[in-house]
């Protein structure tokens, strides 16, 4: 399955067939490389941008090492983030002063459900744990590079679902570096 969608991700980086210019909608414009921000340690995926760059949906394929996790983590992630503004203040530069992100993880592994086995209780928290959605805010600078249209760094805060309700449950039991991660990231647009 892994290798699956791996190849996937990287035929979807395949240049674009028919005239020269012209990009197929399907084929990626640009491409990310994003540390932590729990879509796993490490994640690599491509992404398309939509309404002139102010919208971009992602696919990354994350993944957390034994020595961090325990044991390797796969997970697969689409991502919709909203860049309302950007500016360019001069020399190429352009600066997106806020990004806002909705996410959905899904971790591979026999130990992440969906549904809670039925030795659970009802009552008990029946939050999936192979399932994560997320929310995002964060920023990004960038310019041409290395003969790239644009090569942007980017961080973001990132709280998952899970974290937000049991924060809103027990806002005392929970600190702020418990609900909210950071996550570093570059892209490069081609």
């Given at each position: 399955m892994?290798a699956?969608?791996?190849?996937?991700?990287?035929?979807?980086?395949?240049?674009?067939s028919?005239?020269?210019g012209e990009?197929?909608?399907?084929?990626?414009?640009?491409a990310?490389?994003?540390l932590?921000?729990?879509?796993?340690?490490?994640?690599p995926?491509?992404?398309?941008?939509w309404?002139g760059?102010?919208l971009e949906?992602d696919l990354?394929?994350?993944?957390?090492?034994?020595?961090?996790?325990?044991?390797?983590?796969?997970a697969l992630?689409?991502k919709?983030t909203?860049?309302?503004?950007?500016?360019?203040?001069g020399?190429?530069?352009?600066?997106?002063?806020?990004?806002a992100a909705?996410q959905l993880?899904?971790?591979f592994?026999?130990?992440?459900v969906l549904?809670l086995?039925?030795q659970?209780?009802?009552?008990?928290y029946?939050i999936?744990s192979?399932?994560?959605?997320g929310l995002?805010?964060?920023?990004?600078?960038g310019?041409p590079?290395?003969?790239?249209?644009?090569?942007s760094?980017?961080g973001?805060?990132?709280a998952?679902?899970?974290?937000?309700f049991?924060?809103a449950?027990?806002?005392?039991?929970?600190d702020?570096?418990?609900?909210?991660?950071v996550?570093l990231?570059?892209r490069?647009?081609?």
């Amino acid at each position: 399955m892994r290798a699956i969608l791996a190849a996937a991700l990287l035929s979807a980086a395949a240049p674009a067939s028919g005239a020269e210019g012209e990009r197929h909608w399907a084929v990626p414009d640009h491409a990310k490389v994003q540390l932590a921000g729990n879509v796993g340690f490490l994640s690599p995926g491509v992404g398309w941008a939509w309404l002139g760059e102010r919208l971009e949906t992602d696919l990354f394929l994350g993944w957390v090492p034994p020595g961090i996790g325990g044991e390797s983590i796969w997970a697969l992630t689409g991502k919709l983030t909203f860049a309302p503004w950007r500016l360019r203040p001069g020399a190429g530069w352009s600066l997106r002063p806020l990004t806002a992100a909705l996410q959905l993880t899904y971790t591979f592994g026999e130990e992440y459900v969906l549904r809670l086995p039925d030795q659970y209780p009802r009552r008990y928290y029946s939050i999936p744990s192979a399932l994560r959605g997320g929310l995002a805010v964060g920023a990004s600078v960038g310019r041409p590079a290395w003969g790239l249209p644009e090569l942007s760094l980017y961080g973001e805060l990132v709280a998952l679902d899970a974290m937000l309700f049991f924060w809103a449950k027990n806002p005392e039991a929970l600190d702020a570096d418990d609900v909210v991660s950071v996550a570093l990231g570059v892209r490069a647009a081609f």
